[in-house]
């Protein structure tokens, strides 16, 4: 099941750019019983991929995370109430449906995990709005909202789950009004947070003399970056793996794009350069230079190839509980096949 608190990287072809600003509200709610010392039930709030808050089933209460977040709750208390009742209702409906889904695909016992993932988008410079809404069972989809005709769809069979017009109108105005609506006001009170520009560490870094060439970027915010390799001027799309935009847990973000460089020289290696792209900043360039790349191999300053000792250890990601939960949905992914099915799953 795709769960991304991502908006990735912008990759054009032949150019780079950051366009118009796309804000996005999202809420991922998990449940997992007889998992031992985690929650049940967790509930956590995005904006713009930085949380907001988190409801779990042990404290039954939402935790804030902002000062800004415990200002807008005092200005509209009606929101963190609603909010509150709805995880509280999720919860113990999560739970039914996982009996359900135990006996639709005959099992009998072991962890299962049930996730519901919604999100609505805002673009501040056209007005337009989008979205999604999911659901899952053991790390696969079950179920995808059609935001064109506002009915979900049962994977992977394609069959529509048609709810009526009165669910359809509901669906419809949730998400491209009631949802973009808070998605605003949100914005009000974040906006110092989310519309600061802090510039990145860029980093080479390299494992191993075999390993390709890591160009690492961390501590930016926004998380809307490109970071691509240059060879002679011109941008390289072979021998280049690009990895994901990742949340630090101070709020801001990484991401490292690899460069094979099993076939080339080392005194070539002056002819690449790692660009890093982020709005509100000028460009950053770095050379690859064998004196810049930091490894973690040979002894402490220049060695014999001219790097400079350095430990890399991958980053540490901690958002809240969401890591956890992933690693739980993990742990049971897909474990066993499950039959086909075309009807209704459950109530909404």
Known sequence: MEMKALIGLLLLAGCHGVSSEIYSLKYFVTTSPGVSNIPEFVAVGMLNELQIGCYDSNSQKIVLNHSWMDQFARDYPDYLKDITSHAQAYYQGMKANIESLKKRFNQTGGVHTYQFMNSCEWDDEDNATDGYGRYGYDGEDLLVLDMKTWTWVALPQQVKVDEGI?????????????????LKMLLAYGRSTLQRTERPEVSLLQRSPSSPVVCHATGFYPDRVVVFWRRDGEELYEHVDHGEVLPNPDGTFQVSVDLDLASVPREDWRRYKCVVQLKGIEDISILLDPALVRTNWGKTG??????????????????????????????????????????????H
Not at 166 to 182: D, F, G, H, I, Q
Not at 311 to 328: D, S
């Open 302 to 347: 220049p060695g014999r190839d001219g790097g400079v000792k350095s430990e890399i250890t991958t980053p540490i990601i901690i958002v809240c509980v969401v890591l956890l939960l992933a690693a739980v949905a993990a742990g049971v992914v897909v474990y066993k096949k499950r039959k086909r099915f075309s009807q209704q799953l459950w109530d």
């Open 166 to 182: 009165a669910r359809r109108n509901y669906l419809k105005n949730y998400y491209t009004k009631e949802c973009v609506s808070w």
